[in-house]
């Protein structure tokens, strides 16, 4: 582990049900979600980026403001501002503000964390009503992470920015997205980030084989490879009682680790994450599970998988790259779970 990570001291961060109870979130189970793609500008360059080739421009404020107007007409119960990386958006504290005057009160950014290292900026979009933050870290070690985003001094930015958000009271978690430079520290990062900064919200997101990541040979690895060290890392939750708030596993399908299904998000119809996640594409809105569609496909070897039929299968380009011996039909799904999230 990098040194300075080891001996950095953090801002403790707000308990889940003291955020719960402090920005009147829904009670549990999350029903839906919107998420926003504010344009695909991003201060980083990330090594794995799926959006790496598809640079474009921001939303206009007023395609921002009706969406958010009419999702909270529709009864959605969160707002996500998404990227490219959200906290460039020249209208952020707007946009998230607008949120919260029109009665949102789950109201998130996912982010790399690195602007929210200036104080002020962190002050202004907390200030404006943000209380949900999903940071980027790729490793426990300033070596990995900034290798990983093409940005040295991002892995102690992005630290900064999570202390930053704890101070303001803001509910941080993290996002790391797993690849061959950093799989084998799965188990040391949850313990990590969950002994040292208390955290229990975690996402862990097998790299899409698109946009740069589909170039990035040395980052590409089969999910075997990567599995008993999620399963160290899940067990390792367990053991110490993490009780984690939202699904954990993000472009993992079922047959991989059927124990930990219902903590994958995004593997199917019946397991996506909550709501109507939505992908802009060049105008074209898509809806998560018509997104998985394109992108996914089902090898003739699921036939006879219980899960057939509900999963949208494997990322085509993974496919094309390992085939599809790793994922074996599973005939009965679980009856029990090893973690529950709260949402
Ligand atoms: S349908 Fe295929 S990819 Fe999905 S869980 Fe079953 S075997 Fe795995």
Known sequence: ???????????????????????????????????????????????????????????????????????????????TFSGGEPTLYPGLARAVAFARKSGFTLIQAISNGMKFADAAFAREIAGAGLNLAKVSLHGVDAATHDRLTGVKGSFELALEGMSNLNALGVYTSLNMAVTKANYRQLPLYVKFFSERMALTGFCFYFGFYTGRMADEEALQVPYSEVTPYMRYALEY?????????????????????????????????????????????????????EFMSKRKVLPATCRGCAYYGACYGIDRRYYEKFGSGEFRPVKTPPASFPLEPIY
């Open 237 to 289: 939750m367990r053991q110490r009682k993490v009780r984690i708030d939202w699904k954990v596993l993000g472009n993992f399908v079922p047959c991989l680790m059927p124990e930990y299904a219902n903590v994958m998000m995004d593997w199917g119809r019946t397991g996506d994450a909550p709501g109507r996640a939505v992908v802009r594409k060049k105008g074209e809105s898509l809806s998560s599970g």
């Open 1 to 79: 582990m990098g040194r300075a990570a080891g001996r950095r001291r953090f801002h403790k961060r707000i308990d889940f049900s003291e955020a719960a109870a402090r920005w009147r979130w829904p009670p549990p189970p999350l029903k839906s979600n919107y998420e926003i793609l504010l344009g695909d500008g991003c201060n980083a360059a990330c090594l794995f980026c799926c959006a790496y080739k598809e640079i474009g421009n921001w939303l206009p404020w007023a395609r921002v403001k009706g969406d958010i107007a009419r999702e909270q007409a529709a009864g959605t119960q969160m707002i």
